[in-house]
């Protein structure tokens, strides 16, 4: 716990952490003019605060940075990565020689943090989503771990005209998330002008207050200041706490702090030796500051190897929707793991993710309508291990939080989500609520594992298979009630595709997924009773793809392939199927899809009226065999 001794350091204390902050800002400026590239101006800001977090506050383990019980630190004004890898330069973890080779291709230490680097759980950069993050960490150690870990976010203020910014002020306000700390650097210049509010910190502070977080203004270069106002946030409970400091950009150079058009510059090479040693001539100390040891009490995790208590419990022929069965899926794995937790953007009675909350309730997260937040969210509760996250809502609402998403690969993030309600078969709702650009954004997400499951016992099997598989996983479900065709005793493999339907006369193989998959079952049975036989395979993974699958039945039909999707064209299965046999001789593939922007209407109708229905399946093999 905090003491008296962390609100009032000692003269000694104060002037070291004084000479830590202008260390930071020399091994900074120094960095980036190696690389020349860079921004050391925004280090210069937030010097004051990572000397006082880093060898005052936060406590942790130096020499194990992911130690489950350190305080978390998230830099989401990613650009000023410098001074945080120079804060672990005087703890001792990076090197100088590393710290000199900033940016350089065969150094680890990237223009903008990202895991690769043992002290950092999420990547940041793209401005906005560092406190989203920071708020799946905190709410995961004050409700899932229940430990005394606490978690630090460093903002700029230029990021939080970033909305995303507010959806996660409101989360952590509505969870009395006590264990967050934002910091807000307001050093009044964005990169290209001055920010909104230039440094009205006052109006951070009521906007924060607004958002009912417990706010505090401070001199964001005083370090007796910031000592203070980091003791006070632990005095509070059942709030999180916003630190507004005002700072200037640039802190210490002549000529360049508080001036513009310095955003992303190294000083100039010619004047960075009498910079370093004006702000070097300022240090008084040269002793170490040894961080506080954390307190070690959060439990034992491990999150590998997860399996169902039991089958599947569906019988072939049985109807239900993916969505339902997906619900039912997530509840199971739940009681199979206690750190399997689910989050929803408000939609838990359409996605059945309601299914695992009265089962779970303590390990269902609310997200209400903010689903770029959810994403981070989810983020944060994956980092390190500690719980495995499936996040859900309609896929077409997941487009909103793709840039969550593209950072969340950066990361190399192992979060699960769970996109419903996909394609024309959504029916009445009307192209709004349709997802139809969703396969093309989670195939183009790299490491991303995308299930496309067609009943009940395929969509059970996926979910299991996501919470076990490393990388970011997607799977899409519909709203229709469909028919089980697999037994509880099928096996289901990532990338592994199934052939539901041959024989040595099948002089074609269409291959669907989802509700298009039933339409061409039906398509096969059809077309059978003129006397032309089909091969039908469920893709089951859209990536990666079973290739060998799809080129082994193709030649054995006589290269003719059919894919037909609930999608747009661009991006979805026809075009994965296209690239996979693109160097294969003699297979002619012909794609059907949603050619255009859809409309109300009922499933059945739009099937058919967009040209994916049984009927048009059929029609499009009989042409390939003319």
């Not at 004051?48 to 194990?64: D, N, S």
């Not at 010619?270 to 702000?279: G, S, T, W, Y």
């Not at 003129?530 to 089951?540: A, M, N, P, Q, T």
Request: include cysteine; glycine fraction near 8%.
């Amino acid at each position: 716990m905090a003491t008296a001794c962390d609100a009032v350091p000692n003269p000694a204390t104060v002037q070291g952490l004084r000479d830590v902050a202008n260390r930071l800002r020399v091994l900074a400026i120094r960095a980036t003019c190696a690389c020349s590239s860079g921004h050391p101006t925004s280090c210069c800001s937030a010097a004051e605060i990572m000397a006082v977090l880093f060898f005052h506050t936060m406590r942790y383990k130096q020499t194990e940075p992911e130690h489950p019980d350190n305080d978390r630190f998230v830099l989401s004004k990613g650009h000023a990565a410098p001074v945080l890898y120079a804060a672990w330069m005087e703890a001792g973890h990076v090197s100088e020689a590393d710290l000199l080779n900033l940016r350089k291709v065969h150094c680890d230490l990237e223009g903008h943090p990202t895991p690769r680097l043992s002290f950092v759980d999420v990547a940041t950069g793209s401005l906005g989503q560092g406190l989203g993050a920071a708020c799946g960490m905190a709410y995961t150690g004050k409700y899932l771990d229940k430990a005394s870990y606490r978690v630090f976010c460093l903002m700029g203020d230029g990021e939080s005209s970033e909305g995303s910014v507010w959806e996660a002020l409101a989360f952590a306000s509505h969870y009395r998330l006590d264990n967050l700390v934002a910091v807000f650097d307001v050093n009044r210049l964005g990169q290209s002008g001055s920010t909104p509010l230039g440094h009205c910190t006052d109006v951070y502070q009521q906007r924060c207050e607004a958002f009912g977080w417990n706010t505090c203004l401070v001199d964001g270069h005083d370090v007796e200041a910031l000592c203070r106002a980091f003791w006070q946030a632990t005095q509070v409970q059942n709030k999180p706490t916003a630190i507004i400091a005002k700072t200037f950009k640039g802190r210490g150079i002549p000529n360049i702090e508080d001036a513009e058009n310095w955003h992303g510059k190294p000083v100039p090479r010619e004047r960075a030796d009498a910079i370093v040693k004006l702000i070097e001539s300022q240090i008084q100390t040269h002793s170490s500051l040894i961080p506080k040891a954390p307190v070690e009490d959060s439990p034992p995790v491990n999150i590998t190897n997860i399996k169902m208590t039991s089958p599947p419990a569906y019988k072939v022929g049985h109807v239900m929707a993916t969505r339902k069965a997906c619900g039912l899926a997530l509840a199971k794995l739940g009681h199979a793991h206690e750190r399997v937790i689910v989050l929803d953007g408000d939609t838990k009675n359409s996605t059945f993710s309601e299914i695992f909350k009265k089962e779970h309730p303590e390990r269902f997260i609310e997200c209400f309508i903010a689903e770029q937040n959810m994403v981070s969210v989810a983020l944060g509760c994956a980092a390190r291990g500690r719980t495995v996250a499936f996040a859900s809502t309609f896929a077409a609402f997941l487009t909103r939080a793709f840039d969550q998403l593209r950072m969340g690969a950066i990361s190399e993030s192992n979060i699960n989500l769970v996109g419903s309600h996909c394609g024309v078969s959504v029916g009445e709702d009307g192209p709004s609520q349709m997802a139809l650009e969703d396969l093309a954004m989670f195939r183009s997400i790299p490491g991303c594992t995308v299930f496309y499951p067609s009943d009940a016992v395929s969509t059970e099997h996926a979910v299991r298979l996501a919470a076990n598989t490393k990388g970011m996983c997607f799977i899409r479900t519909s709203r229709p009630e469909t028919a089980v065709l697999y037994t509880p005793q099928e096996n289901f493999a990532v990338g592994q595709a199934k052939v539901l339907r041959h024989s040595v006369e099948d002089e074609a193989t269409v291959i669907g997924a989802g509700v298009t998959l039933h339409e061409a079952l039906a398509a096969a049975g059809d077309l059978s009773q003129e006397g032309i036989s089909i091969r039908v395979i469920d893709l089951f993974t859209v990536k990666p793809l079973d290739a060998a699958t799809i080129v082994s039945n193709a030649r054995a039909t006589g290269g003719r392939l059919l894919t037909v999707e609930d999608h747009y064209p661009e991006g979805g299965i026809g075009e994965a199927v296209c690239a996979a046999v693109a160097q294969e001789p003699g297979i002619r593939v012909r794609q059907l899809a949603v050619s255009h922007v859809p409309r109300s209407g009922k499933p059945s109708e739009l099937l058919d009226m967009f040209g994916i229905s049984a009927r048009h399946i059929a029609e499009a093999v009989k042409c390939m065999l003319k």
